[in-house]
């Protein structure tokens, strides 16, 4: 592979020849490539050091012997890389070795520049990150540098690309600055409204209706921040974030989420109230938000049964029925709306029973209502799914499988078996002649 030096190397795009390709990339030198690539990487792909093969067989021996233009008879070689390097730009590849690797491929990466970079992108978020903190109202008080500190003690940004890091920390300055703002503002700025609906903030801040979303990583940014604010701890759910951001007065959304209710008829004499006895009267379902939730004085006469359903059909077939038992339905999940009507009414004395889907994950949602509220089954042993499922067969229901993972029942302990056994999933539908026996 001798050939005379040229007076220039070839660009570095340029292939090799077929020949020069044809010898570079024969079997015996690819331990050697490796090698070096991975000396190269971790050198700023710079030709330095020594490598060292060990136990090298006939052909690798004879194909290092052509490149390096000297016999090799030994078991083991050492070689400078840069006399490597030397012998490659006088040779038919007419480059150096960092040259070499990059057109056998794949591409050479500098790792050592690529962690100068990143620490240079670490050191130009932080410093952004203190300027646009110090250019507010929040460098007068106390808790803005323990929070950006924390945030870079975790890494939670680093972890994100440099722009969306910039972005997102910048966004969340802006946005603690505009729930914390100056004692003195100045009088021609636009007032500061006491309270923010979170989409409202979210648009002041970042432009868009959803930028503060739950589960956003810029709304865990703020929430940290209003927590050491407020002296708070961090709230590890749903019902603490929004507690924790009308800490700092903002009215999270509380209108888009409801729970399905039917029959309740509270004792309390306000509009509310009322307008509810009024609408179980007249065997009306009736769907509360959050927000009514938490001026809604839902107290039932002591000990009464509330039955609970997973799927809304129940509620609809209830108030075609005209039943007059109370029912709840958790519409597939107990959502955070959910949970805060029946804690509410679990605190004044209400007993509770569930019925849902047999299925894998209508027994999981069981447990948890179950568990959380000391509820009882309702319908929902396995005597009650042999009967159901019996039934479906004798009217000929096409059968639905059960799949996904086994899931114990917590209230009967033959459940599980029986489902598995018979490997029919029913739908609360199912049953629904027998649950509207038991509502009327």
């Known amino acids: 592979m001798t ?25 015996g030198l690819r331990r050697l490539w490796t090698a070096a690539r991975t000396r190269l990487e971790r050198n700023g792909l710079q030709p330095t050091g020594t490598l060292k093969l060990q136990d090298l067989d006939a052909a690798e021996r004879e194909a290092l012997s052509l490149l390096l233009a000297k016999p090799l008879t030994a078991p083991s ?19 150096g070795l960092a040259a070499t690797l990059a057109a056998l491929g794949p591409p050479l990466t500098d790792h050592r520049a690529a962690r100068d970079a990143a620490a240079a992108e670490r050191a130009e978020l932080w410093s952004t990150a203190e300027a646009t903190l110090t250019a507010t109202p929040l460098s007068s008080l106390p808790w803005p540098a323990r929070w950006l500190e924390e945030i870079r003690r975790t890494g939670t940004l680093t972890r994100q690309d440099p722009g969306t890091a910039l972005t997102t920390v910048t966004q969340a300055i802006q946005t603690l600055a505009t729930l914390f703002p100056a004692t003195d503002p100045d009088p021609n700025r636009n007032p500061i409204p006491a309270t923010w609906g979170r989409g409202e903030l979210a648009t002041r801040t970042t432009g868009s209706a959803h930028g503060l979303d739950d589960g956003t990583l810029l709304a865990r940014l703020v929430l940290r921040g209003i927590a050491l604010a407020s002296g708070a701890d961090l709230p590890a759910d749903a019902p603490g974030r929004r507690a924790l951001w009308r800490r700092a007065s903002v009215t999270p959304d509380e209108v888009s989420s409801t ?11 306000t509009w509310q109230e009322t307008a509810l006895r009024e609408r179980a009267a007249h065997h009306l379902e009736t769907h509360l938000t959050l927000r009514e939730l938490r001026t ?37 999940s107990a959502t955070t709306v959910v949970l805060t009507l029946l804690d509410g009414l679990a605190a004044t004395g209400c007993d509770f029973t569930y019925h849902g889907d047999f299925d894998w994950p209508g027994i999981a949602l069981a447990n948890r209502v179950i568990g959380r509220y000391g509820a ?14 019996t039934r479906a067969e004798l009217h000929g229901t096409p059968p639905l499988p059960l799949t996904a993972t086994r899931v ?18 029913l739908h609360e539908e199912a049953a629904l002649d027998l649950l509207l026996e038991d509502l009327r």
């Open 259 to 269: 729970v399905l209710t039917y029959g309740l008829r509270p004792t309390g004499d």
């Open 3 to 27: 050939s005379p030096r040229a007076a220039t190397e070839p660009p570095p795009d340029a292939p090799l020849d077929a020949e020069t390709l044809s010898f570079l990339t024969r079997p």
């Open 77 to 95: 070689a050492t070689i400078r890389l840069q006399d490597l390097d030397t012998r490659l730009r006088t040779s038919a590849a007419r480059r």
């Open 376 to 389: 009882k089954a309702w319908r929902m042993t396995a005597a009650d799914y042999e009967y159901v499922a």
């Open 296 to 332: 809604l004085h839902l107290e039932l006469p002591p000990r009464t049964l509330i039955h609970l359903c997973e799927n809304p059909r129940v509620a609809e077939a209830a108030a075609d029925a005209g039943c007059t038992a109370p029912l709840i339905c958790t519409s597939g």
């Open 408 to 425: 114990e029942a917590v209230w009967d302990a033959e459940l599980a078996p029986t489902m598995e056994a018979l490997g029919m999933a």
